[in-house]
């Protein structure tokens, strides 16, 4: 008769540390999105998301926005810059996917 081995469920150990996937984004959004507060909505908006990174106006009347966090809180930050906060005007969003900066902590209005 042969000896049934049993599993040793002490070997199988859950990774409970591991973190989601990063998404990172480097964004331009033009038309009116200067003194409409474009940049502090974009702040809270990405912080409400888990997001990191940063948004700054731009010299030619433009925003460009850095952000990373998971897939799904980029996509949400991406959906709401294409429309932006009440008063703004979105003409064009350029939206380029890029490696992420595993040193962001926060996210922050940058001048």
């Known amino acids: 008769m042969g000896t049934t081995r049993r599993p040793d ?19 331009e959004v033009r038309g009116r999105v200067q003194g409409v507060g474009f940049r ?3 702040e809270r908006t990405a912080r409400q998301l888990g997001l990191t990174g940063w948004v700054r ?11 990373q966090g998971t897939p799904t809180a980029v996509r949400r930050l991406q959906a709401f810059l294409a429309r932006g906060p009440r008063g703004a005007v ?10 992420p900066n ?10």
């Open 90 to 99: 979105v003409d064009s969003l350029r939206i380029d996917q890029i490696e």
């Open 40 to 42: 502090y909505t974009t």
């Open 57 to 67: 106006n731009l010299p030619d009347g433009g925003v460009e926005v850095w952000a």
């Open 9 to 27: 469920v002490h070997a199988v150990t859950m990774n409970t540390t591991a973190k989601p996937p990063l998404e990172a984004i480097h964004a």
């Open 102 to 111: 595993p040193t962001l902590v926060a996210f922050r209005v940058t001048f």
